[in-house]
């Protein structure tokens, strides 16, 4: 029973040094958030990384499906889906 409160003062310390690195990651996580520089630079980043996924799915699946045009029944469907899939990537 003499050991409870010192263990009581310990854990309240450790709870207000917790909930003070906590704040300050918030105080951060708050100035970062409001910054419009850093919303400029991610909208950029994600329109080009959009840009360049679809660049590469487009082109993957018409390599993909150029071998197919050797079968007879396949080749026609395949042409026009090769051509559509180009005239929506330029």
Do not use: C
Request: aromatic share 6%.
């Amino acid at each position: 029973m003499e050991h409870e409160p010192i263990l009581d003062r310990e854990l309240a310390r450790q709870l207000t040094e917790a909930l003070r690195a906590n704040n300050e990651v918030l105080e951060r996580q708050l100035k970062f958030g409001n910054n419009w520089k850093i919303h400029v630079r991610n909208g950029l980043i994600q329109g080009f990384s959009f840009a360049v996924g679809a660049g590469l799915l487009v082109s993957t699946l018409v390599w993909a499906l150029k071998p197919l045009k050797g079968i007879e029944a396949l080749k026609e469907p395949i042409e026009q889906l090769s051509t559509d899939l180009q005239r929506r990537g330029r």
